[in-house]
């Protein structure tokens, strides 16, 4: 552990794995091959929903700026977001098929191009970030259901922190697997406090297989959830602004709020899982 409290990257390469997708943010521009940079715009827009960032030539800073406006508020009331994801999926304007539809009145008011940047079905994925310690602001990287069958929406956490719940020693971390739409899954998340300064750089690590999706802070185990998901997932790296959770002090807090994070990297096995209960190969 280093002395500012941050925990070190680690190595790209990993043994008995193949490095499938890696982004360090180290270029001059946001990798269009790799990020989609709007937050489920077809229930609001590309324009309402295009994420602020910016590029430092060694991590990307996802950004809530002073200036910036709900990402939905018709639906979603003063939730402002900045987020990329690596796919989206949506059906004719005016429908009610896209993803992770979160309200029943809800439907397609921006028809979107079909997009698969990187949609894997099981492998060991990782990044190394830090969050926001101010109370309103949370962070988080999760992977959701491409949706082509509607059944297929559940979700896999990484990992989710809210400003609230962090000091200089200790930050509570949510991670997990949520059904949503997914008959087949049951909820199972859970909210661990651990002895970290969730504002330095720390690595949040989970390993999907056919049958159980294993969670990791800084290369340490924390649970074993033993779910099968067995279709395409595609991730979602953002910082969202929760007005209910705003204190007095966030206002005046610098802006802009800045999420960094150092990488995003993810890995098949080198000799593929085992099918196990749920079946199916291994697709990066």
């Known amino acids: 552990m280093r002395v500012d409290g941050s925990f070190p990257p680690n190595p790209a390469e990993k043994p008995g794995y193949v490095l499938g997708f890696h982004d360090d943010f180290s270029g001059p521009e946001l990798d269009p091959g790799k990020w989609f940079p709007y937050y489920l715009p077809q229930w ?19 950004l809530i700026e002073q200036d910036q406006e709900p990402w939905c508020p018709e639906f979603d009331g003063h939730i402002r977001v900045s987020s990329l994801q690596t796919g989206c ?39 190394r970030l830090r969050a926001v310690p101010v109370p309103g602001y949370m962070v988080a990287l999760w992977m959701i259901g491409v949706e082509r069958r509607p059944e297929h929406s559940g979700e896999i956490c990484i990992c989710e922190l809210f400003g609230h719940e962090m000091t200089d020693k200790a930050a509570t971390v949510g991670y997990g697997v949520h059904p949503f739409g997914d008959p087949g899954l049951t909820d ?97």
């Open 188 to 284: 199972a998340f859970f909210r661990d406090e651990l002895e970290l300064d969730a504002s330095a750089f720390h690595v949040y690590a989970a390993e999907w297989t056919p049958d159980r999706v294993d969670f990791h802070v800084d290369n340490r185990k924390l649970r074993t959830v033993t779910q099968a998901i067995a279709y395409p997932m595609q991730f979602m790296l953002n910082i969202y602004e929760l007005p209910g959770q705003l204190a007095a002090t966030s206002e005046g807090a610098a802006w802009p709020k800045v999420f960094e994070v150092d990488y995003v990297r993810g890995y098949r096995p080198l000799e593929g899982y085992e099918a196990g209960a749920s079946g199916g190969p291994c697709i990066s």
């Open 89 to 127: 999926f949506a059906g004719p304007l005016g429908s009610r098929v896209g993803q992770h539809r979160s309200k029943e009145n809800v439907v397609v008011r921006e028809a979107q191009d079909d997009l698969r940047l990187y949609t894997p079905t099981y492998g060991f994925f990782e990044t």
């Open 44 to 62: 609001s827009s590309r324009a309402q929903a295009a994420a602020r960032y910016r590029l430092t030539g060694h991590s990307l800073e996802l």
